[in-house]
């Protein structure tokens, strides 16, 4: 559960809570003439659990998935990290072998895939694939894939780690922004 997500249902269950007291204090002030003492203390008896239960299980539950998101995230940073460190370390070779090109490719790949399974693309349906969240990412792929193997130029490899560069520093920004940090 993102963030904003986790503040929206957060922000959802205690508006929710907040109209049922204010209805509950309604009907509190509102009813002593028709009700009975006994009559009120046994509606307030009886409503108590669907005022505290309910919101609180559902709270549960989204504390639960925000948490299991943010573990999920985590193990996604850490191969996002080799894999873009990986990436920028072979622009810096000057002869590069075919095996260090695809595994290279392969970690950006794997960290690819990694991010859907974490990730839904921006408005998927079942019809439409949608928008995939971290183009960047791809981006980097396929900048290292044009790049490819081999004695590479010196200011070809400048430019590549450049642009690799930027593009890392856009997904880190974004990523980031996600996890619960504190301040030095």
């Not at 005022?51 to 989204?62: H, R, S, T």
């Not at 183009?135 to 590549?160: A, C, F, W």
Request: hydrophobic share 40%.
């Amino acid at each position: 559960m993102t963030r904003k997500l986790f503040r929206n249902n957060v922000i959802g269950v205690a508006s929710i809570y907040l109209v049922i007291g204010v209805v509950f204090v309604g009907l509190y002030t509102g009813l002593p003439g028709k009700l009975k003492d006994n009559d009120i203390y046994n509606l307030f008896k009886d409503i108590t659990p669907f005022i505290v239960a309910i919101p609180a299980a559902y709270l549960g539950f989204c504390f639960q998935r925000r948490l299991s998101f943010l573990q999920s995230l985590k193990t996604l940073w850490g191969n996002l990290l080799d894999a873009v460190q990986s990436a920028i370390y072979y622009t810096r070779k000057a002869d590069t072998k075919q095996e260090e090109h695809w595994e290279v490719l392969r970690k950006l790949s794997k960290v690819i895939d990694e991010v859907r399974g974490v990730y839904r693309n921006e408005h998927e349906t079942d019809r439409d694939p949608g928008i995939y969240v971290f183009e960047s990412l791809k981006s980097i792929y396929e900048k290292i894939d044009s790049l490819g193997y081999g004695t590479l130029p010196p200011d070809t490899r400048q430019v590549t780690r450049d642009a690799v560069v930027e593009d890392w520093k856009k997904v880190r920004k974004t990523f980031l922004r996600e996890f619960d940090r504190s301040g030095p």
